[in-house]
């Protein structure tokens, strides 16, 4: 056995650990968890030890660690093997993970101070709310259950889950004990920071990516040093190491953003839960709408299943009406410069709340003036050069690509012909803009990524709907969800048919999940089984699976159908997935490469007597979008019943990546969500 030698997770693309030499000058008690300085090559490095080893590389010289950052581990040892969990699932190297868990700014135990620069508001403390039977049944079931143990809040929107959470984080404080909250970013609002701290004043630290460095820095420290009790954050407030964790709440668990696409390529759910389990406490996910992975889980007893079956107060669920646009645009006599999303019952809707001084949201899922620009002449569509994909008009003056930023002035004439271009689909520009025609004294705002830059442009938004210094609020998604306006009666969804035909297994889910929770933003506060809030949404397809459920909330009924067509395809949750996305700025190369990666895979099953049957391969084949940033992309895709037989292919195409054309890229990711 070699004296002193430790594995060390290096911040480097290398899938394993490396291994260094622990000096005994001066005399050090090395730990697992201890940050260390290391040399790498010819420049200086840190790494995080991971535990001792007898087992001394022979390929090249063992080099000394050069001092180290702590005193002591600062990462609990439950936390430091949920980090590792995270490389070997998502395979991704250890210490590009282990870099994760530390805030932006090195300080050591030695220079660490208290500082200042909360960014949770300073509200007086309000009194508790009383829970009604279903949200204290809730409570008392979970916080009985001692040790790990994963529960789905199963509520309606406007049900009171946030109540639950709270008083489930209050207990947990009441035990000694530190929570961690999670939410998606575009729900971490004023409105959610300002509620928690009415309930928990300054114990709360918040991370998120609108914080700088600094602040991200001392939100991380005021939760290691025990000023804060509780965590709130988005995704990436996983990474952050709280101490004596006692409680885990994944709030809107369903939510696509809770997946990174990059690099390390996690879902903050599943992630959340294993972390849950690593410091053996409970779990909590909340959905009106959970997802199919996280229903089936409860319908198997494997999550426990806790209901809030109608909303606080009684208050009744907005009546849900559906318009088919095929027999409106049937009708005659819709008057000139009426556009075709404008329908009589729209308008009727619209006209209503307004004479009433009461707020209305529009949402449409496609930001921009109109989706494309085609010639009327030759049929040309104008695409972006860099990618397959038609730009985007913005403001009648730019066209825009949504994937690569590339924008050019646009003009009326065709690039190919000179014939005349002309604007097709819909964009919440168009909407605002024809709002704004039809309703002059309305006070309309629109809620994108293009008017929507940073937190405080959000935070804006949300005063100005609070303060009913909005008549009609016209949005993305980011209006979905989340967010609680007493003044909103209506919402309309103006073309509910964007998204029902993507070339993804998880379309309608994804539908559905939006039309109801856009649906659940309507009739929240004041409503009566007269006076009920008002949704409307227009389609083309009023037979769409995601429709045909939506007007009476039925998520269940909805959730069996559905999951009916995956298990007869074998998708998720009925079996699992890894993508392998290949791309490269030469066309023959990535396809060539594709050919190489599933010949490897093949050979894999068959030099290891593994029955072939197991696995499903589809590809190579070009991606639904084929070209990005002038990258060829093409994408295989592998299914199995088997989670780690997908895991040990994937880890071999990885380990033979080097093998591969020069210029192409290979990276996989464990279990999708984005299949474009």
Known sequence: MTEGLWRVAVDVPLPEALTYKAPTDPPIRWARG???????????????????????????????????????????????????????????????????????????????????????PDVPLKEKFKLNDAQATAVDAISSQPGFGAHL????????????????????????????FLVPEIALTPQLLRRFSERFGQKIAVIHSQLTDRERTEQWWSIQRGEKKILMGARSAIFCPVPDLGLVVVD???????????????????????????????????SATPSLESWKNALENKFVLHRLPSRVGDQPLPHVEILDLRQDEAK????????????????????????????????????????????????????CPNCDISLTLHGKRNLVCHYCNYDQSYTEECPACQGDLKPLGLGTEQVEEDLRRLFPQ?????????????????????????????????????????????????????????????????????????????????????????????????????????????????????????????????????GRLAVLRIQSLHQDRVWAAGETIRGWIERGLQQRGIDQSLVEILGPAEAPLARIRRQYRIHMLLKSGNAKLLRWLCENVLAGKDKLPAGVKVAVDIDPLNLL
């Open 34 to 120: 201890m940050r260390v300085h290391l040399p790498l090559g010819k420049r200086k490095a840190s790494g995080v030890l991971l535990g001792p080893t007898d087992v001394a590389p022979t390929e090249f010289t063992i080099k000394e660690l050069t001092g180290l950052d702590d005193e002591y581990p600062i990462l609990p040892e439950a936390f430091l093997r949920w980090l590792e969990w995270l490389a070997q699932y998502y395979l991704h190297p250890v210490g590009q993970v282990c870099e994760l868990a530390y805030p932006p700014l090195r300080q050591t135990a030695r220079t660490r101070g208290s500082q200042k620069g909360d960014v949770v």
């Open 153 to 180: 809040l199963f509520g309606v929107t406007g049900s009171g889950k946030t109540e639950v959470y709270l008083e489930l984080l209050e207990r947990t404080l009441a035990a000694g004990k530190s929570g961690l």
């Open 252 to 286: 809107e668990e369903h939510e696509p953003s809770f997946k990174q696409e990059e690099k390390l390529k996690y879902h903050g759910r599943d992630a959340a839960i294993m972390l849950a389990k690593e410091f053996h406490c409970p779990v909590v996910l909340g």
């Open 332 to 383: 005659e006599g819709k008057a000139d410069g009426v556009p075709f999303w404008m329908t009589d019952r729209l308008h009727h809707h619209l006209t209503t709340v307004l004479e009433a001084g009461q707020q209305a949201a529009l949402f449409l899922n496609r930001r921009g003036y109109s989706a494309s620009v085609v010639c009327q002449s030759c049929g040309t569509t104008v695409e």
């Open 442 to 574: 309305a006070r309309v705002a629109r809620a994108d990524r293009d008017e929507i830059q940073s937190r405080e442009d959000f935070e804006n938004m949300v005063r100005a709907m609070e303060a009913r210094e909005i008549d009609i609020l016209v949005g993305t998604q980011m209006i979905a969800k989340g967010l609680d306006f007493p003044g909103l009666k209506f919402a309309g969804l103006v073309l509910a048919d964007v998204g029902f035909n993507l070339p993804d297994f998880r379309s309608t889910e994804r539908s559905f999940q939006l039309m109801t929770q856009m649906s659940g933003r309507a009739g929240r506060h004041g409503a009566t089984a007269e006076d009920p809030g008002r949704v409307l949404i227009q389609t083309y397809n009023p037979d769409h699976l995601s429709l045909t459920h939506a007007p009476r909330g039925d998520y269940e009924g909805f959730a069996e159908a559905e999951l009916r067509q995956r298990e007869a395809l074998g998708y998720p949750p009925y």
